[in-house]
């Protein structure tokens, strides 16, 4: 089987938080425009125009000679490390065969990812203003209060925070009217499967009106749709939609159990997230499903049997088709967020509380990559070092009920052996 091939440049529209499209979630790279200069952006252009645009045809005739793509390399290393990636090969044959030799592709997408901005109501830890404009926003309110913590954030930003340039910016591209009918045409006509995302997408207004604009085509019944939530939030309306589509899954993002994911997903209730779990299981009927996705990094390594045990448990006891578990959600980066970056005693002491609990190939790996060591001792303690100080900063500007001090006051004290 092919290890560069993946389905997305042949089946799959991606457009980002700002509008700019890629090939899939996975990848940092935005696909640019025949001059090779600008980006294609989903409130200038549209999907048809970059779909066989020079960029994506390279890609393709590259993909199909077997060679590397640059926009990949997130899959590769995730690869070469024994973790699940996003990357399929499934109907290689048939996409190539529907390939011309300059890389044109004949057919539409029919699977598509939108975000639709970055409006959010959480400050997630691994998060930043990419993904919620909150996020920004507090950045830069801590900013004001120490400028010198500010400027350090964006100098470390691929270590601290996916650092941005535009703090407190809300990514809106969709609200042109144009732009969105096209785009809601685009995906009633073309379609099957529709991940949505934000931000959190159901504090966005124009993601119901998408619903209503496929209900009103008649269109909805040939979908499947994910939408990814943070469960802060629901809407009676969505029982209006979800019954009539194909199917449906929510993908719900919690991070831990009671405190922790309150913690991580600042400032979510832990309540509220039960509360909503049970409006989707109430509306569930033969076609809804739900499959959480945490997102799996430090702050909750150490919590990951309990995490998979309290989800089995609220499940009914087993996992099926209509009840799942993803991993895709796992944490890279920001590098500080990334479990391997701790402390080797601490790593092994998480590592052998999770290896008395049995549960999929995943989770052996990510045990296995516990016992590894990925940096050297020098990067391990710029990291930790980083760790320290972004976190410290936002739990006392956050005046949290417990820092993360109090909430892993051991992998505090390997840290602090480590740096001295
Ligand atoms: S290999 Fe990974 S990064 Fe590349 S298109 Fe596929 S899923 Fe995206």
Redesign the pocket.
């Given at each position: 089987m092919s290890k560069v091939f993946?389905?997305?440049?042949f089946n799959h529209n991606y457009i980002h938080t700002n509008g700019k499209m890629r090939?899939?979630?996975?990848?940092i790279q935005d696909i640019p425009t025949d001059n090779n200069y600008n980006l294609f952006d989903a409130s200038k252009h549209t999907i048809d125009e970059y779909w066989n645009s020079n960029r994506m045809k390279e890609i393709r005739r590259k993909m199909i000679a077997g060679e590397k793509?640059r926009?990949?390399e997130?899959?590769?290393r995730q690869e070469e490390q024994g973790v699940e990636?996003?990357?399929?090969t499934q109907g290689m044959k048939n996409y190539i065969m529907d390939t011309l030799p300059d890389g044109t592709h004949q057919k539409s997408a029919d699977t598509m990812q939108i975000q639709l901005g970055n409006i959010c109501n959480l400050k997630c830890k691994m998060c930043s203003q990419m993904y919620s404009h909150m996020h920004g926003l507090e950045t830069l309110e801590i900013g004001r209060q120490d400028p010198d913590w500010l400027h350090w954030v964006k100098e470390h930003g691929a270590n601290v925070n996916n650092w941005t340039n535009e703090l407190g910016v809300k990514q809106e591209w969709y609200k042109n009217k144009e732009t969105k009918l096209k785009i809601f045409e685009h995906i009633s006509k073309n379609i099957k499967h529709l991940n949505v995302i934000g931000g959190e997408p159901t504090l966005i207004p124009e993601f119901y009106e998408l619903f209503d604009y496929c209900d009103k085509q008649g269109t909805l019944g040939g979908k499947s749709v994910t939408l990814v939530t943070n469960l802060t939030n629901t809407n009676p309306r969505l029982t209006q939609w979800l019954p009539k589509l194909k199917d449906w899954t929510i993908w719900a993002s919690v991070d831990g159990v009671g405190i922790r994911t309150e913690y991580i997903r600042y400032p979510s209730k832990w309540d509220k997230i039960q509360e909503s779990l049970e409006f989707y299981r109430s509306i569930l009927g033969d076609n809804g499903n739900i499959t959480l996705s945490p997102a799996i990094q430090l702050l909750n390594i150490d919590q990951l049997d309990d995490i998979i045990k309290w989800w089995i448990q609220w499940c009914g006891g087993e996992l099926n088709q209509k009840y799942g578990f993803t991993w895709l959600a796992t944490v890279w980066y920001p590098l500080i967020c990334n479990p391997n970056m701790a402390p080797r005693e601490w790593r092994l002491q998480v590592a052998e509380k999770l290896s008395k609990y049995k549960f999929d190939e995943n989770y052996e790996n990510i045990i296995k990559q516990l016992r590894r060591d990925h940096h050297t001792p020098e990067k391990y303690r710029e990291l930790q070092t980083a760790f320290i100080k972004y976190n410290d900063k936002q739990d006392q500007f956050r005046n949290v009920k417990k820092t993360w001090r109090q909430l892993l006051p051991d992998l505090e004290q390997s840290i602090i052996k480590e740096i001295k």
């Open positions: 993946c389905e997305k440049p090939l899939c979630c996975t990848t793509i926009d990949c997130r899959c590769y990636s996003l990357r399929s």
